[in-house]
């Protein structure tokens, strides 16, 4: 009897720790909806025309629309950025995201790189969230220039 009650009590801890309540984004999302742990994160492949990766100085990716900035080059460590840009493979969009999409709509984000202080690259991205996790619904990918 012990057991099944501290399982029902570490089952519900469970459940509330995915509760979505308070974000008006989040509002057609169960209150207490369980969530699995994986973490989604969609990147954009750029390449040089030879298929080398293209480095880019900086980037960002915004929420088309109300211009809020999603991922941002500048949060990122030194290491990180130059494994990002070493490979031509830039996060454009993640989980952590999540609470800025309205649920069960699809959404564009946008994709914006620079290089030598111009913007070289300006990609859109369709994407939508349900009450967990992001999905992507369409981009092209890689993105050659």
Partial sequence: MKKLILLSITSSVLLASCNKTGDSNRTKCPTNIGCTMEFRMFSITIQNMDGSP???DS???LLKGTNTVLENSST???SKLAQIKSTGIYPAISDEDL???VPY???EVVF???KNGKEV???TILVESDCCHINLKSTNNPIVF
């Fill in 54 to 56: 293209k480095t880019l």
């Fill in 99 to 101: 609470e800025q999409l």
């Fill in 121 to 123: 690259i300006r990609h």
């Fill in 105 to 107: 709509q699809n959404m």
């Fill in 59 to 61: 980037f960002y990716t």
């Fill in 112 to 114: 914006v790189g620079f």
């Fill in 76 to 78: 990122y460590t030194n």
